[in-house]
């Protein structure tokens, strides 16, 4: 798959602003990254979002954040 890096870099640059508003734990940054990784050529972005999610913030308050995201969600 052949890469945009014009729209890889406006969704970096998204991110960029998403995450300076937004607090860590409210999806936003998430929604955000995962966007921004899926410009850029990602088979599975949620996958590598909650990657790169763990690695910042380790795996037990990832895990918290996402279980606080799905009781959200319902």
Do not use: C, H, Q, W
Request: glycine share 8%; net charge positive.
């Amino acid at each position: 798959m052949k890469r945009n890096t014009s729209k890889a870099k406006k969704a970096r640059d998204n991110y960029k602003k998403v995450a300076k508003k937004s607090k860590p734990g409210s999806g936003k940054r998430f929604a955000a990254l995962e966007k921004a990784v899926a410009a850029g050529g990602a088979n599975n972005p949620a996958a590598v979002a909650a990657s790169i999610g763990r690695k910042k913030y380790g795996a037990k308050k990832m895990a918290k954040m996402s279980s606080a995201a799905r009781k959200k969600k319902k």
